[in-house]
Structures are given as structure tokens and as C-alpha cells.
């Protein structure tokens, strides 16, 4: 499958943010986000071909105990059943970045879904597609109602907040698995929206989360 990068960090979002983790980042994605921060996984797709041994190899040589497997989308890969299958016997914490737009039967501890905003559609022939796909909500029913899940959402502004309430209330998702966090892909954007943000989640008791890695590195690759 095509691997665009895999290295080993820190968790920089979400609820397990902090944790040493090997990232598998996949190539290819079905959305294109205006924002998208890897667009090397998804407008203009890079990688390389590694097989399942060389990926679990590279994996295994890292000493975290946590692995994420993330995108692009990486539920469109071939081969991610069983890939998180044997990355399960390794015996580590899988957790799944997704756009939850497609299911997979896949082994995952937590499934990290960000269903994309409006504010993520970009202009353009991708338009219609993206709108289109973009919220499946019989997907994202099947897939929190199957795995331990985090509804992660990439806020821009105060108003697209109607929209993350709809989609909650339809999924009828506790507030304590709902995450926001500030778009931005430098550190002085993310605090300035990071100082509304936090309000927004002390009133409506959803959870916020950082960047941290783009607070510690920058849009960088590799961390
Ligand atoms: S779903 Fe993720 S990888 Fe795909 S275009 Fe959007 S932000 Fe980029």
C-alpha cells in the first residue's frame, strides 16, 4: 500500500494527546479540503509502495506502545484490515484517523472520526464531490456504534458551531466524545483561535484539544 510517511512522535490531538505513538500515514483521500494540512496524502498524492512486512517491521523497531493510523483516509487503503489486524499483534493501542465517510471492519481501540465542516470545501471541479461525501451520517452511526470513538471537529469560526450541534444531536454522541480544535497551521493563528474556542467548549462541555504538534513544530512533516 502507499505510504506517504511513517515516523515516530507525539500524539498532538484528540483525547490521547501527548502519547508517544508511530504514526502510519496512508496516501490518498476521497475529500479535498480546502485546509487540508497533508495535501501530499490527498491533492497531489505521494508515497511509496511498502508491503505489509515492511510497514509492521518499521512499526515494531519504534518502542511506543500506541500506533495511529491515519491519512489522508486511510479506510480507502487496500489491505487495512489487515494491516490494523497485525498491528493489533503487536499488541499495541491502534487508534484510526478518519473522515468516517467509509466503513471497514478494521481493528481499531479508537476511532478517531472528523466529519468535515462545510468550511472545508474547497472551490473548484472538487466541490460537488467533496459536498457530496463529505457527511455520511449512516457511516458515522455504524462506526461509533461499533468502535470506542472520538468526534474530533476542525473549527474555523464561532458560526460553524450550528453545524457540530446538528451533527451531535443526530448521532446522539455524549459532549465528553465531542473534540474541538482551532484550524490554523501556524502557532499564532491556533491561539487566537484557540482563546474563543475554549469558551465555546466550557458552555457547550465539549472537549478541546490543541495542535501540539503544529504548536511544537510548525506545518512540518514528519512529526
Ligand atoms: S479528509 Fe483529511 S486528508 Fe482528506 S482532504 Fe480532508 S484534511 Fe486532507
Redesign the pocket.
Known amino acids: 500500500m502507499k505510504i506517504a510517511e511513517l515516523f515516530y512522535s507525539i500524539q498532538g490531538e484528540g483525547s490521547l494527546v501527548g502519547v508517544p505513538s508511530v504514526f502510519v500515514r496512508t496516501s490518498g ?1 476521497n ?3 480546502s ?5 501530499y ?3 497531489q498524492p505521494e508515497g511509496v509502495e511498502m508491503d505489509l512486512k515492511q510497514i509492521i517491521d518499521e512499526v515494531a523497531a519504534h518502542p511506543a506502545r500506541h500506533v495511529v493510523v491515519t ?3 486511510p479506510m480507502i487503503a487496500p489491505e487495512i484490515i489487515p494491516l490494523t489486524e497485525q498491528l493489533r499483534g503487536l499488541g499495541l493501542h491502534i487508534t484510526i484517523e478518519t ?1 468516517g465517510t467509509v466503513f471497514q471492519p478494521v481493528a481499531c481501540d479508537l476511532m478517531s472520526i ?1 466529519p ?1 465542516l462545510s468550511n ?1 470545501t474547497p472551490e473548484g471541479p472538487w466541490a460537488a464531490q467533496h459536498n457530496r461525501l463529505r457527511i455520511r451520517t449512516d457511516t458515522l452511526s455504524r462506526l461509533i456504534e461499533r468502535y470506542e470513538y472520538q468526534l474530533k471537529f476542525v473549527i474555523e469560526k464561532p458560526e460553524d458551531l450550528p453545524e457540530v450541534r446538528d451533527l451531535v444531536a443526530n448521532l446522539q454522541a455524549p459532549p465528553e466524545c465531542v473534540v474541538l480544535m482551532p484550524e490554523g497551521t501556524d502557532a499564532e493563528r491556533l491561539r487566537e483561535r484557540s482563546l474563543w474556542l475554549v469558551e465555546i467548549c466550557k458552555e457547550e462541555g465539549f472537549r478541546f484539544s490543541p495542535r501540539l504538534h503544529v504548536e511544537l513544530w510548525g506545518n512540518r512533516r514528519g512529526v
Open positions: 483521500c475529500l479535498r479540503c485546509w487540508c494540512d497533508t495535501p496524502t490527498s491533492w491519512g489522508g483516509e473522515a472528523s468535515k472545508s
